[in-house]
């Protein structure tokens, strides 16, 4: 199967910068999305890389290095409205990591 | 433009009940996919659909669990007899096509007692 894995739980203050990191299988994966899922509520799309680099997004970026399986999600400026969990997932059958809760603490 | 839309959004029901969700994808979207979300995991895909067609169902216990698209528009998945271990968010999603970005309906929260 295609692993995806994630850190479980991270937390940062307010106004920070932090960094949720991804790692999978390379094989099979043509690109990499990004979700967010606030407790209770479906994901919402935030982010897809196809190409190595980063992308920006207002104050989200994400980066992909294909060759090494490896994304991050880099979150500035953090707001307590961007406590949630966040997926990195993909691959051909799609899959996603276990989520990464993160927790903005005033 | 319209969302993914799904019903029930909550189901209670006793182990060996059936039960069947609903689900109604973005106009035009080729593609949909049934997800199963347990509490505190990352969702897993269950079944995708191509049109009216299956694509990948290797993750769908397929003893009790079935869907289907029969006109290639809306979606239903059935559990029967359902477990205690199917307690989840059953989340339907769609995209143009298989390789896009999918856009998520709420979800439907099953409970099994």
């Known amino acids: 199967g295609q692993n995806i894995d994630q850190p479980t739980e991270m937390t940062a203050t307010e106004g920070a910068i932090v960094q949720i990191n991804c790692t999978y299988q390379t094989s099979g994966f043509n690109g990499l999305f990004w979700y967010q899922q606030h407790a209770g509520e479906a994901p919402t799309f935030l982010s897809y890389?196809?190409?190595?680099g980063l992308e920006e997004k207002g104050r989200f970026s994400s980066f992909l290095s294909r060759s090494k399986g490896y994304s991050y999600l880099l979150l500035k400026e953090l707001q307590m409205k961007d406590s949630a969990s966040y997926l990195c997932?993909?691959?051909?059958?799609?899959?996603f990591g276990p989520g990464t809760r993160l927790s903005v603490l005033p | 433009e319209a969302g993914v839309a799904q019903s029930p959004r909550y189901k209670i029901i006793e182990k060996r009940q059936s039960v069947a969700f609903w689900c109604n994808p973005i106009s035009g979207h080729a593609t949909l996919y049934w997800y199963q979300q347990i509490l505190g995991q990352g969702p897993k895909l269950l079944i995708q659909f191509q049109n009216n067609g299956v694509v990948d169902d290797s993750q769908l216990p397929k003893d009790r669990f079935s869907a289907e698209r029969l006109k290639g528009v809306d979606s239903t998945l059935k559990i029967q007899p359902a477990k205690l271990e199917d307690s989840a968010v059953y989340l339907c999603a769609s995209s143009p096509g298989p390789k896009d970005t999918q856009y998520f309906g709420p979800g439907t929260r099953l409970t099994v007692l």
């Open positions: 890389n196809v190409l190595d």
């Open positions: 997932g993909g691959g051909q059958n799609f899959v």
